[in-house]
């Protein structure tokens, strides 16, 4: 997600390359950033030094190792932002400082294709300039929604973790071509590009999601007899289920 926020600003024109720093552990990461023109840290003391504004692109895991990291550097006035499921405002500000300003972001992979869907929401003390500024640069990669941090976890089942279930009926749907007869590859694609039809039809035409699925359905047709089988079934308990279990894990993370 790091790679796809700086292909953003870089590919926008937002600031100056050697302006963005990075610090990390793997050599290959440090090697891919350099290889952008990232000014690269050996240590987080360059970085804090240096950036006004820092991104904690980690997994949740590892954030007990950042805090520790950060812990000499509690003294400087630092934006950070969080891109990490489950690690909350009151779990940052109790190791980083109920003082310091923090940001937190949920955003998904087509970000990598200028494409992604953030959610982000701020602590009372970042300012609307400062919340702007982030906003901007997410919105170099795709589209951003101002949320309430007690939603961000319902927008991780919503957004975040949805591109999953999608590559799975995907995977699904281009074996059953393939099953049938079809080039694979082309039942592959003939679903990827009615995904992105059928996107538009949901954003650009006004319709519900009701009214689409009926302008597709005609009386005793081949789609009805395709939706009465998913109505009919455990495919929307069973897809309300699995949300449920992304949420309930994003609370474990957060220690609810």
């Known amino acids: 997600m790091a790679g796809a926020i700086i292909n953003g600003i870089f590919s926008a024109d937002y600031t100056k390359k050697e302006n963005v720093f990075i610090y ?17 840290c050996e240590n987080i003391k360059d970085m804090v030094e240096n950036c006004p504004i820092i991104f904690l692109a980690v997994k949740p895991q590892n954030f007990p190792e950042i805090y520790e990291l950060l812990a000499p550097y509690k003294d400087k006035d630092i934006l950070y932002v969080s891109i990490a499921a489950g690690i909350s405002f009151k779990n940052m500000q109790e190791n980083l400082g109920m003082d310091k300003k923090f940001i937190r972001v949920m955003p998904n992979t087509p970000m990598l294709l200028g494409a992604g869907a953030s959610a982000m929401c701020k602590t009372d003390n970042v300012s609307e ?6 906003k901007d640069i997410l919105s170099t990669s795709g589209s951003v929604y101002d949320i309430r941090e007690e939603d961000i976890n ?22 059953f071509g393939a099953y049938h007869g079809l080039e694979r590859d082309t039942a592959l694609k003939l679903f ?37 089988v998913l109505k009919n079934s455990e495919f929307f308990p069973l897809l309300t289920k699995a949300m449920d279990a992304c949420v309930k894990r994003a609370e ?4 609810k």
């Open 24 to 40: 990390g552990r793997g050599q290959a990461r440090k090697d891919y950033f350099a290889s952008l023109g990232c000014t690269v």
């Open 129 to 134: 300039s400062e919340y702007l500024i982030i």
């Open 154 to 175: 319902a927008v991780i089942a919503v957004s975040g973790s949805s591109p999953a279930y999608i590559y799975l009926i995907a995977k699904c749907i281009a074996d």
């Open 192 to 228: 990827a590009d009615t995904l992105v039809g059928s996107a538009k039809m949901l954003t650009e035409t006004g319709y519900s999601e009701d009214e689409l699925t009926e302008m597709v359905s005609s009386k005793g047709g081949t789609t009805v007899a395709a939706t009465t």
């Open 252 to 255: 474990e993370l957060s220690g």
